[in-house]
C-alpha cells in the first residue's frame, strides 16, 4: 500500500536551535518528493522537490535529503524562527499511471521565544 | 495577485442540504484539483481537471459533483450533505505533464455539517 508516514507528530523547539524532522515512505514507484509548509488556516506551500536521484536539495535554512534505497527523506531547518511555526507534510509523487500526490499526516512544528 | 482563490472560506450547514465551492486560478495552468483533508490532516486527491476535461476521480461518492467551465475555474457542487462530508476542501492548480511542475494550493474552504 502507498504510504507516508512522518515523524513525530508534533515538535516543540526554541526560536534559533535547529530541528530534523522525518519521513519514511512505501510509494512506488515514485518520481519525486516534495516537502510542504502548511500554516494554520492556510494552503500548503512548496519549500522543496527533489527526485529520485537526488540526495539533498536546500531552500534557505531548509534542507531536504533522501535517501530513495531506504526509501527514507528528512527535513532539517536551521535557527527556527517563531514564523516557521506550521505543519510540515512530506509528500511522494506516486509515477505509477498518473501522477499522483500521497501525503504524509505531517509534523506539527511550535517555535516558542 | 492571489494565486489560487476560493469561495467560501467557511461553510457551515446542515446535513441534508446542497452546497457549492468554488476555485479560481490566475496562473495559467491548465490542470485543476479538489484535494479533501480531514480531521487526521491527510490531503487526499478527490479530483483533477486537464483542459476542462476530467481526468482522476478517486473513488469520491457521486453526491460529489466537479464542474470547470474553463480552464481557470474548477467548482466543487455536494449533494445531500452527511456529517462525514465535514472537512477541509483544498483546490489546486498546475501545468499537466511533468511530475515536477508544482501544485499550487488555494486557502481552503473549511465545511462544517451539522
Known amino acids: 500500500k502507498n504510504q507516508v508516514e512522518q515523524s513525530p507528530q508534533s515538535l516543540i523547539i526554541l526560536e534559533g536551535k535547529n530541528c530534523t524532522l522525518q519521513?519514511?515512505?512505501?510509494?512506488?514507484?515514485?518520481?519525486?518528493l516534495r516537502w510542504y509548509k502548511q500554516d494554520t488556516g492556510r494552503g500548503p506551500v512548496s519549500l522543496t522537490i527533489m527526485t529520485f536521484s537526488e540526495n539533498t536539495k536546500s531552500n534557505g535554512r531548509y534542507t531536504a535529503t533522501l535517501d530513495a534505497d531506504t526509501k527514507q527523506s528528512s527535513l532539517h531547518i536551521t535557527a527556527s524562527q517563531l514564523s516557521d511555526s506550521a505543519s510540515y507534510i512530506c509528500v511522494v509523487i506516486f509515477s505509477g499511471g498518473y501522477n499522483k500526490l500521497i501525503f504524509g499526516a505531517g509534523t506539527r512544528l511550535a517555535v516558542h521565544p | 495577485d492571489t494565486a489560487v482563490s476560493q469561495t467560501p472560506k467557511y461553510l457551515v450547514t446542515q446535513m441534508g442540504n446542497d452546497k457549492s465551492i468554488k476555485c479560481e486560478q490566475n496562473l495559467g495552468h491548465d490542470t485543476m484539483y479538489w484535494y479533501k483533508q480531514d480531521s487526521k490532516k491527510f490531503l487526499k486527491i478527490m479530483f483533477s481537471?486537464?483542459?476542462?476535461?476530467?481526468?482522476i476521480n478517486e473513488t469520491v461518492p457521486n453526491r460529489f459533483s466537479p464542474k470547470s467551465p474553463d480552464k481557470a475555474h474548477l467548482n466543487l457542487h455536494i449533494n445531500s450533505l452527511e456529517l462525514g462530508d465535514s472537512a477541509v476542501y483544498f483546490c489546486a492548480s498546475s501545468l499537466w505533464g511533468q511530475s515536477s511542475y508544482e501544485q499550487y494550493f488555494g486557502p481552503g474552504t473549511r465545511l462544517t455539517v451539522t
Open positions: 481537471y486537464n483542459n476542462k476535461e476530467l481526468i
Open positions: 519521513c519514511n515512505y512505501t510509494v512506488s514507484p515514485f518520481s519525486n
